[in-house]
């Protein structure tokens, strides 16, 4: 599997999981309670502030995980590639929701 897919799945999975799971525990509902993330009447997610709010949406957080995960992959264009690794997560998550 090339690189480039693997690197979008890993951004697309953790943003996913911090936005979308609660985890073992209900460890990462009670996370995102903790630094404001709460939820209208129709369940849908916003952010009390600028940190919660990217924790409400996983289209904002992506970008922050794909810069994470191209600094960790010592990408040298690291701005680019997490760019580009938050697109892919960005297609993923359009495909999962439709289904």
């Known amino acids: 599997m090339p690189l480039l897919l693997i690197n979008v799945l890993v951004t697309w999975r953790i ?10 525990g209900d460890i ?15 369940s849908e997610p916003y952010g009390k502030n600028i940190v919660a709010g990217a924790f409400a949406c996983t289209w904002c957080l992506s970008i922050w995980i794909g810069w994470g995960v191209a600094l960790v992959m010592q990408e040298s264009q690291w701005f ?5 690794y938050s697109a892919g ?3 993923i998550e359009r495909i999962v929701r439709k289904s």
Do not use: K, M, T
């Open 89 to 91: 997560a960005i297609v």
């Open 80 to 84: 680019a590639a997490g760019l580009a």
């Open 28 to 42: 990462l509902g009670l996370f995102r309670d903790r630094i404001g993330v709460e939820y209208d009447q129709a």
């Open 15 to 24: 943003s996913s999981l911090l936005v979308n799971e609660s985890g073992p």
